[in-house]
Nanobody, 122 residues
Framework: QVQLVESGGGLVQAGGSLRLSCAAS????????MGWFRQAPGKEREFVAS????????YYADAVKGRFTISRDNAKNTVDLQMNSLKPEDTAIYYC???????????????WGQGTQVTVSS
């Protein structure tokens, strides 16, 4: 069992930056792949970024590639999402998620945080 708590959301102007953080507890963090997802109003939840256990392999949705960076600290049990050059279309609730490192890295996550709101104004 893994518990996840996100922080760092807020309101930012277009072109600005935010850094989201996710703190994990309850199990051996380094055993899990970690991901970030988002859900905008009226839309389905979508994959944003993910990291394998070591952090050496990362994956990004095309919409955020080159602007967002996922990083994890296995010693601190945290995974961050640095978001730069934010756009109004990045507005969403952002969720941290974890899974056993099997199969696809863009779906089928087992544990979820409660989400943090990111709002980008134009």
């Amino acid at each position: 069992q893994v518990q996840l708590v996100e922080s760092g959301g807020g309101l930012v102007q277009a072109g600005g930056s935010l850094r989201l953080s996710c703190a994990a507890s309850g199990s051996t963090f380094s055993m899990y792949a970690m991901g970030w997802f988002r859900q905008a109003p009226g839309k389905e939840r979508e994959f944003v970024a993910s990291s394998r256990r070591s952090g050496g392999s990362t994956y990004y949705a095309d919409a955020v590639k080159g602007r967002f960076t996922i990083s994890r600290d296995n010693a601190k049990n945290t995974v961050d999402l640095q978001m730069n050059s934010l756009k109004p279309e990045d507005t969403a609730i952002y969720y941290c998620a974890s899974k056993k490192p099997m199969g696809t890295m863009t779906a089928s996550y087992d544990y979820w945080g409660q989400g943090t709101q990111v709002t980008v104004s134009s």
